[in-house]
Structure formats: structure tokens, C-alpha cells
Nanobody
């Protein structure tokens, strides 16, 4: 069982930056693929970014490519999402998730945090 806790959300103006953090406990962190997802009111949860077990490979949704960076520190059991050049359409509740297999569908992820709200004002 993996327990995930996100932090770092908040209110930021368009063009600004935020860094989300996700602390993991209760499992062997390096055994898990880590993903970030987001969900806006009235919309389905959508993929944002994923990072492989050692952090060698990353993959991003087209909507955030070039603006967001996912990273992980296996020694600290942490995964991060650096978000730059934020836009109002990035406003959502952001979740980190863990799974033993690689993928970008939220349906396949077994473990989820409670989410952290990101609001980008115009």
C-alpha cells in the first residue's frame, strides 16, 4: 500500500510558476511509475505527466509540453511537478498517482493522493 500526499498548490497569476510536490510512503518508491493528473470542475480527470522508475524517461500531455517538468528523487520518496508559464486553463485539482506499470490512463493507477488545488488567474 502506497500513501501519497501532494502539496504546493495555490493561486498564481497567468505566466507565473508553481512547484507541486508529492511525498510517498508505505512502499518501495523506486518500484512505482509516478504520474501527475488533473481534474477541473465538470471535466474528467486527465493525464499531465509521467516519469519512469528511475526517472530516465518522462512523457507529457501536449497541453503542458514545454511548460511543465516532472522529476523524482527516489532517495527522498518524492515526485515533483514544476509548472511554468501557467495559463488559466491549467486551473484544476492536481493529483499524483503511483502504479507498478507504465501508462497514462488514470484508470490503471492503483494509488492516489488527495489532490492539491491550482488556480491560475487571468
Amino acid at each position: 500500500q502506497v500513501h501519497l500526499v501532494e502539496s504546493g498548490g495555490g493561486l498564481v497569476q497567468a505566466g507565473g510558476s508553481l512547484r507541486l510536490s508529492c511525498a510517498a510512503s508505505g512502499g518501495t518508491f523506486s518500484s512505482y511509475i509516478m504520474g501527475w493528473f488533473r481534474q477541473a470542475p465538470g471535466k474528467e480527470r486527465e493525464f499531465v505527466a509521467v516519469i519512469t522508475w528511475t526517472g530516465v524517461r518522462t512523457y507529457y500531455a501536449d497541453s503542458v509540453k514545454g511548460r511543465f517538468t516532472i522529476s523524482r528523487d527516489n532517495a527522498k520518496n518524492m515526485v515533483y511537478l514544476q509548472m511554468n508559464s501557467l495559463k488559466p486553463e491549467d486551473t484544476a485539482n492536481y493529483y499524483c498517482a503511483a502504479d507498478r506499470s507504465y501508462g497514462i490512463s488514470p484508470m490503471q493507477y492503483d494509488y492516489w493522493g488527495q489532490g492539491t488545488q491550482v488556480t491560475v488567474s487571468a
